[in-house]
């Protein structure tokens, strides 16, 4: 078991540009969790998905953010354009079912926005 | 607004010690669960303890849950450095999956 994976591991771009986060997750699950950690804000939940389809985006901070997960295996969090107050890890997570059962995190994505 | 809320929101001790984290959360839930992070890393589950329990051991590791006062505890027993790390709670408002994590508490074990 892998475990669920995420690239890249470090990211450095420039304010404006796009950003897009990938996420593998443990096969076999069928939830997705997309967070944001900061110092100032903790950790925050932007987006869930069950069985490929988003359940809840109310997270999401603005338009500019969006997830996808066009298969079982695979999810995206872009954003577009980039803001310096973007700049957070970012961790998705992995579970394998709704309910009673433990999420799985990634070792997350160190978004840094000049 | 954080569903869930941790304290202390630091805490040092000895080695051999035990560390008791607190959380508490606004809502009904289905389970309350705690997880670990090491610094720079992904958070680990640790426990999961359903609405209907009041109790739960694994390990070192001995959780409480009362649902009258929305509050649960974490007491890790006999403290080793390596439980160095930040603990959260974690739960979902009931009918929901939305889980949500607490402000965490950040747990310094001295050798």
């Known amino acids: 078991d892998a475990g669920v994976i995420q690239s890249p591991r470090h990211e450095v771009t420039e304010m404006g540009q796009e950003v897009t986060l990938r996420c593998k997750p443990i096969?076999?699950?069928?939830?997705l969790f997309w967070y944001r950690q900061t110092m100032m804000r903790g950790l925050e939940l932007l987006i869930y998905?069950?069985?490929?389809?988003?359940?809840?985006d109310s997270g999401m901070p603005e338009d500019r953010f969006s997830a996808k997960m066009p298969n079982a295996s695979f999810s995206t969090l872009k954003i577009q354009p980039s803001e310096p107050r973007d700049s957070a890890v970012y961790f998705c997570a992995s579970s394998p079912r709704q309910g009673d059962s433990p999420l799985h995190f990634g070792n997350g994505t160190r978004l840094t926005v000049t | 607004s954080q569903q869930g809320e941790e304290d202390p929101q630091a805490l040092s001790i000895q080695e051999g010690e035990n560390a008791t984290m607190n959380c508490s959360y606004k809502?009904?839930?289905?389970?309350l669960q705690w997880y670990r992070q090491n610094s720079g890393r992904g958070l680990v589950h640790l426990i999961l303890i359903r609405s209907n329990e009041r109790e739960k051991h694994s390990g070192r590791l001995r959780v409480t849950l009362d649902t009258s006062k929305k509050s649960s505890s974490l007491l890790i027993t006999a403290s080793r450095a390596a439980d160095t790390a930040s603990y959260f709670c974690a739960t979902a408002p009931g009918g929901t999956y939305k889980y949500i994590f607490g402000t965490g508490t950040r747990l310094k074990v001295l050798a």
């Open positions: 998905f069950n069985n490929n389809v988003p359940i809840d």
């Open positions: 809502t009904s839930i289905n389970n």
């Open positions: 096969s076999g699950h069928n939830s």
